[in-house]
């Protein structure tokens, strides 16, 4: 049974956790708000309430996580409310949409590595190493995207006996023995 106290006292603790990371707060918060409801999408109203805090801490923090591709803003027909809902591949389309950043990242990069005298010198090869790192990147996360794909096309459609070697996770429409 679900536990809502629970649940408050979980979207705040991985919320300051990705604010930890860098991730802006209330945008951490209106996430897991939505990504723990059992409801498909929810109001700026509901958000607000849910999470005890204003309207307008929901506006900034519902256009951070649309801009980045986390959650979708669906106008409702009628009124001059939207609904908020979690993106369907949440965690791919983000880092999708964050790839060029990487690219542009590893140029800018390189332009330091020329500025600095190049490699053979101690500032030149450490931002070379960084350029290094971030097109390393840019040329494997598409394919472990890739990968991500396959698993969890895999976990979405487990063997019918409900045995799942990768997850440990039972099959709930899989007889039982």
């Given at each position: 049974m679900r536990d809502e106290e629970a649940v408050r006292r979980f979207v705040e603790r991985i919320s300051r956790q990705l604010a930890d990371w860098g991730f802006p707060p209330m945008a951490a918060r209106v996430l897991f708000a939505v990504m723990t409801a059992e409801e498909e999408s929810l109001s700026a109203a509901e958000l607000a309430e849910r999470l005890d805090v204003s309207a307008g801490a929901i506006s900034g923090a519902v256009r951070y996580l649309t801009d980045t591709g986390l959650i979708h803003r669906e106008p409702v027909p009628g009124s001059r409310r939207d609904l908020y809902r979690l993106a369907s591949m949440t965690w791919w389309e983000a880092t999708?949409?964050?790839?060029?950043?990487?690219?542009?990242?590893?140029?800018?990069?390189?332009?330091?590595?020329?500025?600095?005298?190049?490699?053979?010198?101690?500032?030149?090869?450490?931002?070379?190493?960084?350029?290094?790192?971030?097109?390393?990147?840019?040329?494997?996360?598409?394919?472990?995207?890739d990968k991500w794909q396959e698993q969890r096309a895999a976990l979405e459609n487990p063997p019918a006996d409900g045995k799942d070697e990768r997850n440990p996770r039972p099959n709930p429409e899989a007889a039982p023995e």
């Open positions: 999708i949409t964050k790839m060029n950043r990487l690219k542009m990242i590893a140029d800018t990069a390189e332009e330091g590595v020329e500025a600095l005298g190049g490699t053979g010198t101690r500032a030149g090869h450490a931002m070379a190493d960084m350029r290094d790192f971030f097109v390393f990147c840019y040329d494997e996360i598409p394919l472990l995207l």
